[in-house]
């Protein structure tokens, strides 16, 4: 079973510095990877997909890669500020259906 | 632009009672899905559905029923609530297997 894993769960960083957001997955076997916002009490809003095909995907500040032989995605955001605090989570398509496997999040406060 | 539209956006429920959670969306999307999320697990796949007509278990289907008779609607059931439903759910849909999700904004659902 595909297992996702998002390590910090909590990250704390002053404003203007870039933030690194990291995903792990078990198996290799992916169809796509999406990195998600969600702001407190709301729904999940879409960043960035990465099809299995492709190393990197970019837009504005972000910028996500994937190495799916490692089983890694990285999302970086540059130049933080406040507006970016939120809760990013990554998830995998598992199958041709698109079924996504989440990771549990990262909760992300850029301070003044 | 409506998008992915959830009601209702609260619920209490005593334990032993039915609801239908409505989502529907307003993009002429083919594939629908629901989730639930729970502190510290991540979002977990509940039903999932490529079109009118068809649907498919996730990882956590037990206690709840899907049925999918037009594109924009895709109603969940609970058929006899626990507290172990306690949860926030979400729908998502988007138009093929490998693009984006587009999410609803939640039904925080209490099962006393």
């Known amino acids: 079973k595909q297992e996702v894993t998002q390590i910090p769960a909590a990250l704390s960083v002053p404003e203007g510095e870039n933030l690194v957001l990291n995903c792990s997955f078990t198996?290799?076997?992916?169809?796509?990877l999406q990195w998600f916002r969600q702001d407190p009490g709301k729904g999940l809003t879409s960043l960035l997909l990465?099809?299995?095909?492709?190393r990197e995907q970019t837009s504005g500040r972000l910028n996500a890669s994937l190495d799916k032989s490692s089983g890694r995605s990285t999302l970086y955001i540059a130049a933080s500020q406040p507006g970016d605090s939120a809760t990013y989570l990554c998830a995998v398509a598992v199958d041709s259906w698109g079924k996504l496997q989440f990771g549990a999040g990262t909760q992300v406060v850029v301070t003044p | 632009n409506a998008g992915v539209t959830q009601t209702p956006k609260f619920q209490v429920l005593k334990t032993g009672q039915s609801m239908t959670l409505q989502c529907a969306q307003d993009?002429?999307?083919?594939?629908m899905s629901w989730y639930r999320q729970d502190p510290g697990m991540g979002l977990r796949l509940i039903h999932y559905?490529?079109?009118?007509?068809?649907?498919d278990q996730g990882e956590v289907p037990n206690g709840y029923n899907v049925s999918r008779s037009t594109t924009e609607d895709f109603p969940l059931r609970l058929l006899s609530a626990a507290p172990s439903q306690t949860s926030v759910y979400f729908c998502?849909?988007?138009?093929?297997?490998?693009?984006?999700?587009?999410f609803g904004q939640g039904t925080r659902l209490t099962v006393v």
């Open positions: 998502a849909s988007s138009s093929s297997r490998n693009t984006e999700a587009f």
């Open positions: 990465i099809q299995s095909s492709q």
């Open positions: 559905s490529v079109g009118a007509g068809i649907t």
């Open positions: 198996d290799s076997a992916i169809y796509n």
């Open positions: 993009m002429n999307h083919e594939y």
